[in-house]
């Protein structure tokens, strides 16, 4: 593998169609893929596709902070690719998710963590109630955390700081630097998507993160890279990541590429 996308939604009904010739384009392009589930039906589908792939893919099963309550979701909030659509919501079910995550081609446990988008009392109430399930569980099985936090990284590390015994990686990280190192102290890494082609909110953070610590991804559908911006995303694209990713620190691409699979398969034991 020349590239490993750490999170991915290729199991989603985005690539109903198409999932056989995503995958191949991801393997031609020498991409591995960790495809993340966000409630019983995704994660189990997550495992379904890993066993279907079992030389490229894998699965990390969780009920994400957003399914913990039912409530509406439109295309902004989810990020470029999404679709609108209502969450049903799901109560965390502790033996379901521990009987899948003892698969092994399951090697984390997440989405999981705090979205405080959309917020009332009672929702964060839910949410961080579920969090500390999660790490438990984690504790558990003894496999790494796929956290997504959304406006909520000081809860976030408060809690991780409590009830974490073992440790993973921060999906998506959008916070500014003095946030990022507070992850990385606790042993976290960061994994960056395509907004890191089109923005550059985030340069002083991957410059400053080292490079045994960074992680790349796509978030497939969502969060298209340049230049393909517009278009659906797919785990092949990971590579604009990692040449962004290069370019900041300025260093040799292959040297990143090298690192950025080391880091993936020392965090997630692959």
Known sequence: MKFI???????????DADRDEVVARAREAGVGMINVGTQQDTSKTAVE??????DIAWAT???HPVHTSKSYHDKKEIGEGGEEFTSRGEVFDYD???????DPKVIGIGECGLDYYRLTDETKAKQQETFIKHIELANELK??????IRQAYEDALDILQKHAKIRGDVHFFAGEWITAKKFLDLGFTLSFTGVIT???????????????????ETDSPYITPE???GKRNEPANVKYVVQRIAELKNLPLEEVEKAVVANAKRVFNI
């Open 227 to 229: 230049p393909l911006r």
């Open 5 to 15: 996308d750490i999170h991915a939604h290729v199991q989603f009904a985005a690539y």
């Open 49 to 54: 596709l890993a066993h279907a792939y079992p």
């Open 61 to 63: 099963v969780a009920l």
């Open 143 to 148: 496999k790494p955390l796929m956290l997504h």
């Open 198 to 216: 089109f923005t550059h909110d985030y340069n002083e953070v991957v410059k400053n993160t080292p490079l045994d610590m960074i992680l790349a």
């Open 96 to 102: 379901f998710y521990k009987k899948l995550g003892a």
